[in-house]
């Protein structure tokens, strides 16, 4: 009984102390934990009214493309309240990114002279970043670039690369501020998980090996 509310006790007495110097700590946008995404970050609706009728007219024509094979009327909703009904109605009779997708995305699709560029469509392109964009994408992605350059290129202007490529000599930075390598290991400890969203655990550990920083002797 007594080891328990000693070890108790040691629990509430770390907790109340890392508390405490989490208010010396320096505050600034890397110590801040790891936010979920906002609706907006998420939401593909620009790409939906991107859409105009008017300028596929003419396409979806020659091709022998008709409204029943994008659009469902059979899904109308009754409300009693008309605006909601026909705002519902909408929503339902909006066919959705695979049927957009069909014609622009891919060689082999119905329609292979679509563009098939994701801005073409897409101006939020958080919503429809890669997954594995999401971990250490920096370090690897000059590999991923090499070997397929078009996927690159769905959603990234090549001007993009080279705006990114031509700064990281400069005195401007996109990420770390300068002389970050002095003070990172407070920030590393203060929370870790930040670290993690672009590097990977061996990257830490490799950098301290070359170095001869932090190893037991």
Known sequence: MRRLISLATLALV?????AACRQYLPSNRYLQLRESPS?????????????????HHAVFQKAGVTCLECHRFDLLIEASKEDMARELSNRALYPGSVTCHFCHK?????????????TTCHGNLNAIKP???????LKVHANA??????????????SFCIECHQRRDTIQTRVHDRN???FHSVEARAN????G??????????????????LDP
């Open 14 to 18: 770390t907790a109340a102390l890392a």
């Open 39 to 55: 609706v907006a970050e998420t939401s593909t609706a620009d790409a939906r009214t991107r859409f105009n009728h008017a300028h």
């Open 106 to 118: 891919g060689a082999a699709t119905r329609l292979p002279e679509a563009p098939h560029e994701c």
């Open 131 to 137: 997954l594995d964009h999401e971990v250490a994408w």
């Open 145 to 158: 670039a090499a070997g397929n350059p078009e996927r690159c290129e769905t959603c990234h202007r090549q």
């Open 180 to 182: 970050f390598r002095s």
């Open 192 to 195: 870790p998980m930040q670290c």
């Open 197 to 214: 969203s672009c590097h990977r655990e061996d990257f830490c550990i490799r950098c301290h090996q070359q170095g001869n920083v932090g």
